[in-house]
């Protein structure tokens, strides 16, 4: 059974930073790329950034560039999202994922996805 489990959410002032986990287990997790999604309260689920299984190449969203960062582990089985600059409009459940091939904004080719922690950031 595949379970992503996240963490690290919280309550941040803007400005401030927050480092999220996302352990893995139930699945050969060097063979998957990893990615963050988010949604917002009343907006539709969005891409964040993602990592490929063995390149390590990152994608971020125009929105978190130079702001947030992408790694992973494999030896721990734990991807992370190293969040810097927080600004209220970050405020969403984020979301961990998984996928045998590429994540993308398109969402397509998701085989595994978290259950989601809250990001809070008050201004």
């Known amino acids: 059974q595949v379970q992503l489990v996240e963490s690290g959410g919280g309550l941040v002032q803007a400005g401030g930073s927050l480092r999220l986990s996302c352990a893995a287990s139930?699945?050969?997790?060097?063979?998957?790329?990893m990615g963050w999604f988010r949604q917002a309260p009343g907006k539709e689920r969005e891409f964040v950034a993602s990592?490929?299984?063995?390149?390590?190449?990152?994608y971020y969203a125009n929105s978190v560039k130079g702001r947030f960062t992408i790694s992973r582990d494999n030896a721990k089985n734990t991807v992370y999202l190293q969040m810097n600059s927080l600004k209220p409009e970050d405020t969403a459940v984020y979301y961990c994922?998984?996928?045998?091939?590429?994540?993308?904004?398109?969402?397509?080719?998701?085989?595994?996805w978290g259950q989601g922690t809250q990001v809070t950031v008050s201004s």
């Open positions: 990592i490929r299984r063995s390149s390590g190449i990152t």
């Open positions: 994922a998984a996928s045998g091939g590429v994540i993308t904004a398109a969402q397509t080719g998701i085989d595994y």
């Open positions: 139930g699945l050969t997790f060097s063979s998957y790329a």
